[in-house]
């Protein structure tokens, strides 16, 4: 069983940041990738941006610089650091893990809770 505990989001004005933290814990032998995606009502969720176990990360077009990914691999935590938001990045965060529970186990995904960020004035 792995849990994903997200935290950071919140209310703020058009051009402001937020911090987004999601901490892994349980059973986890070894990470693959942690990362955001987010989901607006009605649509499908779209990746925001995901970083590796070495480091290498990806970004939606849509966010590349303003937000930045970063990984504390001895806490199992990822944060995703939001600058310039805009009111279209408001929709619900989830934060998710690609693991593997023990040695030569298949890969597993796993989801947070999700949390919501309103860009608003």
């Known amino acids: 069983q792995v849990q994903l505990v997200e935290s950071g989001g919140g209310l703020v004005q058009p051009g402001g940041s937020l911090r987004l933290s999601c901490t892994a814990s349980?059973?986890?032998?070894?990470?693959?990738?942690m990362g955001w995606y987010r989901q607006a009502p009605g649509k499908e969720r779209e990746l925001v941006a995901v970083i590796n176990s070495g480091g290498s990360t990806a970004y939606a077009d849509s966010v590349k610089g303003r937000f930045t990914i970063s990984r504390d691999n001895a806490k199992n935590t990822v944060y995703l650091q939001m600058n310039n938001l805009k009111p279209e990045d408001t929709v619900v965060y989830y934060c998710?893990?690609?693991?593997?529970?023990?040695?030569?186990?298949?890969?597993?995904?796993?989801w947070g809770q999700g949390t919501q960020v309103t860009v608003s004035s």
């Open positions: 998710t893990l690609s693991y593997s529970a023990a040695y030569g186990a298949p890969t597993l995904r796993s």
């Open positions: 349980g059973s986890i032998f070894s990470i693959n990738f």
